[in-house]
């Protein structure tokens, strides 16, 4: 029943009762008799309880409605409003509903766009510092040496010093390039990619152990740069703001990944020891984060640990992230074509342009 039929007919029933009164046997007299005064607020009670049933019922679906509003976030999608109430509310639900399908659509191809433009624009300038930064440093590195060797002894130390801030300016631009562009992993694969991952971030105040399982599903192209990714934010954040002095960098196979005991599964885990999450605003590295875990299908979730500090934990779905191109890519050179297995699906919420 549509909602202004139930008010239409909760207000033609009162009025009718009150018609039927007035017509009755019931009289009001003057003055007022204490009885009389008795039935007239009896009725309105009634009525006036009876209104507020009927308006509560027929309006609690929007305010479950407006709830579902209120806490909907893109960056957790599936969540919806359920569907009830009169004809006209159910409507506007399913609208609604609609409508977040269509946004969450599409917020995963724009997001898509986005990062593969940004991978794109990483590659391109990881390929300027290492061609033309760190080219030009070496030059300047190995006329240092030539000069060294015939200024006179009492500037050979300046010219030392020289060599040494240049030498120092080349490591650093080649760690900005590795970062910028993993070449490590479209070379050598995932497993080498996160072993020289913890080992960059293994410095004298942190100490990155890896736990690599070598019988993973053959993953994509894609899911591949999203673990790389994943981990190196987890770690990076680890790093700069968590205090920790341990920390953890988990890859295995999962089974039941799908909430069901068959279909295999990936999950990437980064732990830390420092002082947990909070209840802090997620920042932009975590957004990040969740981006690029919707893109395959992936869930994401950051909390607390079992005992301190922070987990990072990246599950990955046999339906969306593996590859069922037969041989696993993990742990030898990838070249060519990329191979996906994926089901089909938006391309532009799956790939990354920008990597071929």
């Known amino acids: 029943m549509s909602l202004f039929r139930r008010i239409f007919l909760l207000n033609a029933a009162g009025l009718t009762v009150a018609t039927a009164l007035l017509l009755g046997p019931v009289t009001v007299s003057t003055p007022i008799l204490p009885g009389e005064v008795l039935v007239v607020v009896a009725g309105l009670a009634v ?19 407006g709830r579902a509003m209120a806490t ?6 599936g969540a919806r409003a359920p569907v009830t ?23 995963a191809t724009s997001s898509a766009r986005a990062l593969s433009a940004q991978e ?33 002894g009492e500037l050979r130390e300046e010219v030392r010093q020289a060599q040494e801030a240049t030498r120092g300016s080349l490591d650093e631009i080649r760690r900005i390039a590795r970062r910028l562009r993993p070449g490590v992993l479209e070379e ?22 890896h736990d690599l399982d070598g019988d993973l599903p053959p993953l994509t192209e894609e899911t591949e740069l999203v673990v790389y990714r994943v981990a190196q ?11 920790a002095d341990r920390a953890e960098l988990r890859l295995r196979r999962v089974v039941g990944v799908d909430g069901g005991d068959d279909g295999d599964g990936v999950e990437l885990l980064v732990r830390d020891n420092g002082k947990g999450p909070g209840r802090r605003r997620e920042g932009a590295g975590i957004s990040g984060m969740r981006e690029r875990a919707l893109l395959i299908g992936a869930a994401l979730s950051v909390g607390a640990g079992p005992e301190a500090g922070t987990d990072v934990r990246l599950r990955i779905s046999t339906k969306t992230g593996v590859s069922t191109a037969g041989a696993s890519k ?4 990838k070249t060519g074509a990329s191979k996906t297995g994926v089901p089909p699906q938006p391309r532009a919420a799956t790939a990354f342009e920008g990597d071929r």
């Open 47 to 65: 009525l006036l309880v009876v209104n507020a049933l009927v308006l509560g019922i027929g309006l609690a679906p929007l305010q479950r409605l």
């Open 72 to 77: 909907a976030d893109l960056l957790h999608p």
């Open 85 to 107: 109430g009169p004809a006209e509310v159910a409507g506007l639900i399913t609208t609604y509903n609609t409508m977040l399908d269509r946004l969450e659509t599409e917020r």
């Open 120 to 152: 794109g624009e990483r590659r391109r300038i990881s390929q300027e510092l290492h061609d033309e930064v760190g080219q030009t440093l070496t030059a300047v590195l190995l006329q240092l040496k030539r000069v060294a060797d015939q200024v006179p």
């Open 188 to 209: 050598l694969g995932l497993h080498s990619a996160l072993r020289s991952l913890a080992a960059e971030f293994t410095t004298h105040g942190l100490s990155v152990r």
């Open 233 to 243: 934010e987890g770690l990076t954040n680890t790093a700069r703001h968590a205090g």
């Open 330 to 333: 993990t742990g030898a050179s």
